[in-house]
């Protein structure tokens, strides 16, 4: 079970990742790849920010659909979401060790290579 409290730690533990004041977003070199999810309640009022969901990006639709098949009760979508690259998950159903590798990889979508290359010999990780 994860929360808010475990995405800005994970987040913010990657290279140059910050977040800016006043909201629940996070950015690598001003590319955002983690953020709340703002729920449409009502067509005629403002989206209301849900504390227990996160916008996360990901490597593309086959990624999406991977995660959408394997954990529709983590994953889901909404048609705002439809055909972009990015996933909405309940925090309170994921553990914090997906949750994690989840971050990392959303990080590595939007970090510049040179970034993920140096994390990646930091970390022993070896992936390209």
Known sequence: MADEHDVERIALSLP??????????FFVCDKAFAWSYMERVDPKRPRVRRSDVLAVRVDGEERK???LATAP???F??????GYPAILVRLPVI?????EELLTDAWRCRAPRR?????DAASGSGMD
């Open 77 to 82: 979508i909404t048609d705002h979401y439809l």
């Open 73 to 75: 009760g983590t994953y």
């Open 95 to 99: 553990g914090t060790g997906e949750l």
């Open 65 to 67: 659909d991977a995660l």
């Open 16 to 25: 140059e990742t910050s977040r800016r004041e006043g909201e629940f977003r």
């Open 115 to 119: 970034l993920v290359k140096a994390f």
